[in-house]
């Protein structure tokens, strides 16, 4: 079965770069989640997406921003890198309204280096 | 705000042998989801089972079974016959959504070690 997609899967960037991580959900998903998880630390919720539309919206610093496409894919930018934005960073997917009944599944992770 | 608490950091368990991992949570509300996710090395996030809160039956998944207490805010996972590939790291997490779009918020984990 197709899963959530999420590209790159390591990036190494300097301080105050910006990055670009994607994120693919399941086919026929339309609800996309991100969640930050620092290292030794549990995800933290970053914001989701509906139908193009934010949802709902975490700990996401300024810097970041975040959208989804009409094919449903979303990526979150990150601008102004800090060492603290080193964290893997998890894009999640399901059908709006079910993602407590059914759980949400989640993508491999982007790990963000940032040095 | 809701909150979750794995008062278990590191666990460890013999293979065959059974272990539970607890867990708590805070919050207000009275309809929401409860899971367990196991997140191995290579870093996956793998959903173990899941607990809807007006549903007093305990949700059983193989050998993975939850003790869900609703009055007492207390989820805890139990694994039975241990098996090497159950070493992970463990998060509890809590689901609630007020606009179908379900926020979890999770605990900090509990490792477990599975020894041969």
């Known amino acids: 079965a197709a899963g959530v997609i999420q590209s790159p899967r390591h990036l190494i960037k300097e301080k105050r770069e910006t990055a670009t991580l994607k994120c693919y959900p399941i086919?026929?998903?339309?609800?996309v989640y991100w969640y930050q998880q620092g290292p030794g630390q549990d995800p933290q919720f970053l914001i989701s997406?509906?139908?193009?539309?934010?949802?709902d919206k975490g700990s996401i610093p300024d810097r970041f921003s975040a959208q989804q496409f009409s094919d449903y894919h979303s990526e979150l930018n990150m601008s102004s890198l800090e060492l603290g934005d080193s964290a893997l960073y998890f894009c999640?997917?399901?059908?709006f309204g079910t993602g407590g009944v059914y759980g949400y599944t989640f993508g491999s992770g982007t790990r963000l280096t940032v040095v | 705000a809701q909150t979750v608490t794995q008062s278990q950091p590191e666990m460890s368990v013999q293979e065959a042998e059974t272990v539970t991992l607890s867990c708590t949570y805070d919050?207000?509300?009275?309809?929401?989801?409860l899971f367990w996710y196991k997140q191995p090395p290579s870093r996956q996030m793998i959903l173990v089972i899941r607990?809807?809160?007006?549903?007093?039956q305990n949700a059983t998944e193989n050998r993975f079974s939850v003790n869900f207490q609703k009055a007492a805010k207390s989820f805890s996972l139990k694994i039975s016959d241990s098996q090497l590939g159950d070493a992970a790291m463990y998060f509890c997490?809590?689901?609630?959504?007020?606009?179908?779009?379900?926020?979890?918020?999770f605990g900090k984990g509990t490792k477990l070690s599975v020894i041969p």
């Open positions: 997490a809590y689901g609630y959504s007020g606009a179908g779009s379900y926020q979890l918020t």
């Open positions: 086919p026929r998903h339309d609800t």
């Open positions: 607990q809807e809160a007006y549903k007093q």
């Open positions: 997406f509906y139908e193009k539309m934010q949802s």
């Open positions: 999640a997917s399901s059908l």
């Open positions: 919050t207000s509300e009275s309809d929401y989801y």
